[in-house]
C-alpha cells in the first residue's frame, strides 16, 4: 500500500510569492492534517480536515489556507510569501473519526525556502 | 494549551548500548503518546505509541513507558544499532483534539 504522498518535494519561492503544497493520504483514510516544522524543531500544527471539513486550525495567521477535495486528498496555499516561512510542510493522514484519535501517518513532505 | 518538553536534545551511545529519551506533558486529558523517528530529509515515522490505559507497551527492541501521575513518557531503545541514529520526537494528544503536540527532539547518535 502506498503511503501519504506529497508533491513538490522541494519549491524555491521569492517573498511575496503564493504558493500551493499538495498531499495524497492513505487509502482509505478521511483526514489529512498538516505541520509546519522549521529546521531544528519539531512539527507544528497548521490544519485539520476530516471529510473535506476543517476540523482544527493552529496557530497560524490567514495567509495560510488549506481544503479537502472529494477523493480526501488536500491543498496547503499560503500566500504572501514571508522569509520565515521557509520550512518542511509535513502532511499526516488518520482515519480518526470526529471524536476519537488514531494514529497520524506522515509524508516525505515539502521542503519551501522562500528567498 | 498542551506543552510537551523532552530531553536530552542530542544523545550518544556505543553500538549495543541502551538509549532513553523522556518527555513530559502538562494537559492531564492527554490520553496517547506517539514516538517518531525523523531521518535526514524525510517526514517523522511512528515507531510505537502507548494509550493511557497501559502504562508500557514493547516492539522488539524499542518500549515506552508511561506514567500518568507524573505526566511523562519515555522511549527505551536496547542493543541499539547505528541505524537507530535519528531525530526521535515525542508528542500528545487528547482524545477529541486534532493536533499532536510535539516536543522539540532528540537527536540520538549510535557509534559504531
Known sequence: ?115 | GENVEQHPSTLSVQEGDSAVIKCTYSDSASNYFPWYKQELGKGPQLIIDIRSNVGEKKDQRIAVTLNKTAKHFSLHITETQPEDSAVYFCAAIRTGANNLFFGTGTRLTVIP
Open chain 1, 1 to 115: 500500500d502506498a503511503g501519504v504522498t506529497q508533491s513538490p518535494t522541494h519549491l524555491i519561492k521569492t517573498r511575496g510569492q503564493q504558493v500551493t503544497l499538495r498531499c495524497s493520504p492513505i487509502s482509505g483514510h478521511k483526514s489529512v492534517s498538516w505541520y509546519q516544522q522549521v529546521l531544528g524543531q519539531g512539527p507544528q500544527f497548521i490544519f485539520q480536515y476530516y471529510e473535506k471539513e476543517e476540523r482544527g486550525r493552529g496557530n497560524f495567521p490567514d495567509r495560510f489556507s488549506a481544503r479537502q477535495f472529494p477523493n480526501y486528498s488536500s491543498e496547503l496555499n499560503v500566500n504572501a510569501l514571508l522569509l520565515g516561512d521557509s520550512a518542511l510542510y509535513l502532511c499526516a493522514s488518520s482515519l480518526i473519526s470526529a471524536s476519537g484519535t488514531s494514529e497520524q501517518f506522515f509524508g516525505p513532505g515539502t521542503r519551501l525556502t522562500v528567498l
